[in-house]
C-alpha cells in the first residue's frame, strides 16, 4: 500500500548497505557531496533514505527506486567537516524519479506501507518462533546473554523484529532488498523465519562479531521515535 502524499528527500545510494524501518545504521560521511547533504538534512531536520546501489557495470552504481528513510542524530562531527552519523529508519519510501542529481541525489516519491492483515493466530506464533529462536541463539553465542534476552522476550511488534532479523543475518544484499521490498508481512516474517530455521540445522554462528543495536521501538507498538 502507498501513501499518495509526495515527498522529496535526499538519498544516500550505497553499494552494501540497506536501511529497514525500526533499525540503527551507522555511518562516516567524508565526502564533500555528502558533508552537503548531511549538512542540508540537519538544517531542514528531513528525513533520509538510504538506497542499495549495487556495482552493475564498471564505476556505475544503481540505486534502487524502493529504500528505507530514516531521522539523522549526529554523532560525532571533526575538524575537517567529517561526521560519524546515526540513521534509524522509519520508514519505505517508493521513489519515482530524481529531482535533483548533483551534487548529490534527491528523490521524488511516497511512504510505502506494509500490508499487515494475518491472522492473529498466524502473527502471534511467527512472533513466538522468531522472539524464542533470536533468544536461542543469543544464549547459545554470547557470554552475557541476561540484557538482549530480555530485550527480545519484551518484544511485541513482528515487523521491526523481521527487519531486525533482514538487517542482521541475511548476508546477500539481493535477498535483503528483496525483503525490503516485500508488501505482505505475512511472506516476510515467513522468509526471515526459514532464515533462521536454516541457521539452527546447519549450525551456522550467524552474525556473533556484529555490533547489534537493539531500538527502543522494537519493544513496543506506538513508541516515538528513539532518536528525539
Same mark, same amino acid.
Given at each position: ?29 567524508f ?57 534509524f ?15 548529490y @541525489? #534527491?528523490?521524488?516519491?511516497? +511512504?510505502?506501507?506494509?500490508?499487515? &492483515?494475518? *491472522? ?34 519484551n ?48 549450525g ?7 555490533? @547489534? #543495536?537493539?531500538?527502543?521501538? +522494537?519493544?513496543?507498538?506506538?513508541? &516515538?521515535? *528513539?532518536?528525539?
Amino acid at each position: 500500500m502507498v501513501k499518495e502524499r509526495l515527498i522529496q528527500i535526499p538519498i544516500f545510494p550505497l553499494p552494501s548497505s540497506i536501511l529497514y524501518p525500526g533499525i540503527f545504521v551507522p555511518f562516516h560521511i567524508f565526502e564533500e557531496r555528502y558533508k552537503l547533504m548531511i549538512q542540508k538534512v540537519e538544517d531542514t531536520k528531513s528525513l533520509l533514505a538510504v538506497s542499495y546501489a549495487p556495482e552493475l557495470q564498471p564505476n556505475k552504481f544503481f540505486p534502487h527506486m524502493i529504500c528505507g528513510a530514516g531521522h539523522v542524530r549526529i554523532l560525532q562531527k571533526f575538524e575537517n567537516g567529517e561526521k560519524d552519523i546515526l540513521i534509524f529508519g522509519k520508514q519505505r519510501i517508493k521513489f519515482n524519479r530524481y529531482i535533483q542529481e548533483v551534487p548529490y @541525489l #534527491i528523490g521524488e516519491g511516497q +511512504i510505502l506501507e506494509i500490508n499487515k &492483515d494475518m *491472522p492473529a493466530e498466524t502473527e502471534a506464533q511467527l512472533l513466538r518462533d522468531i522472539r524464542d529462536m533470536l533468544i536461542n541463539w543469543i544464549f547459545t553465542n554470547f557470554d552475557d546473554s541476561a540484557r538482549p534476552i530480555q530485550f527480545f522476550k519484551n518484544v511485541v511488534d513482528l515487523e521491526p523484529l523481521c527487519n531486525f532479523v533482514a538487517y542482521y543475518f541475511v548476508n546477500d544484499f539481493e535477498k535483503k532488498q528483496k525483503l525490503l521490498e516485500e508488501e505482505i508481512l505475512e511472506n516476510k516474517a515467513q522468509a526471515v523465519w526459514q532464515v533462521l530455521k536454516d541457521m539452527e540445522l546447519s549450525g551456522s554462528p550467524g552474525p556473533r562479531d556484529a555490533p @547489534l #543495536i537493539f531500538p527502543k521501538s +522494537i519493544q513496543k507498538k506506538g513508541d &516515538d521515535d *528513539p532518536l528525539n
